[in-house]
């Protein structure tokens, strides 16, 4: 019998990551986000954090929030865990829910918040769903933005950075479910090649 060697991922201890954005640099921007959503946003507020990718930037995003000291915004949280199958082959990159919302959207202000728009497949599926429950309102957050890149026309309402076209990792983001807890966001130069 043929046994099918691992391939093991890259990780931080064996493979060198570029760093593209800082932690200072996330902290700053995020400062300036905050302010902008606090400006704009209704006070009764639901934050849907878009799992797993999201989790990093929505807690600092949140805080983020309370910091800019408009403290009539008071988000309640609620996670939506989605999947997307067929990316960057030929089938269609259909979207799934892996784990649902625990709360009632209906006649709420919501902010889906993501860690980055690509296809945009991800966030339409999240808006209508979002929508489709009867949302009062729905915006939208992502930390990075990929131009060029988008399948399906949507826009976010709020973003943080507009990345090149590399893979990126960290701060949430994922390689094989590996380098989320890089504090920055960075690239891995060996997979470019
Ligand atoms: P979309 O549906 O194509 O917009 O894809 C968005 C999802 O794909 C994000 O929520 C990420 O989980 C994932 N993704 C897209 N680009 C990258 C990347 O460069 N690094 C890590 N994950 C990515
Ligand atoms: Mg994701």
Redesign the pocket.
């Known amino acids: 019998m043929r046994t099918m060697a691992k391939t093991q991922p890259p990780h931080p201890g064996s493979v060198p990551i570029e760093t593209l954005i800082s932690a200072d640099e996330i902290a700053k921007r995020l400062a300036t986000m905050a302010g902008d959503i606090a400006k704009t946003l209704p006070e009764n507020m639901m934050v849907v954090s878009?799992l797993r990718?999201?989790f990093v930037f929505a807690a600092d995003l949140i805080r983020a929030l309370h910091n800019t000291g408009n403290h009539t915004l008071r988000p309640q949280v609620d996670f939506l865990t989605l999947a997307?199958y067929g990316?960057g082959t030929t089938s269609k990159?259909t979207?799934e829910i892996v784990r649902d919302l625990t709360e009632d959207v209906d006649g709420r202000d919501v902010l889906i918040i993501?860690?980055?728009?690509?296809?945009?497949?991800?966030?339409t599926f999240a808006r209508d769903l979002v929508m489709g429950r009867g949302a009062h309102s729905v915006k939208i957050a992502v930390l990075l933005e990929?131009p060029g890149?988008r399948?399906v026309n949507i826009q976010a309402d709020y973003v943080g950075f507009v990345v090149p076209d590399?893979?990126?990792?960290g701060y949430g983001?994922?390689?094989a479910n590996y380098f989320r807890e890089l504090p920055f966001i960075g690239t891995i130069p060996s997979m470019e090649k």
């Open positions: 878009l990718g999201s997307s990316r990159g979207v993501d860690d980055i728009l690509e296809s945009g497949r991800t966030l990929k890149k399948k590399h893979f990126v990792v983001l994922d390689y």
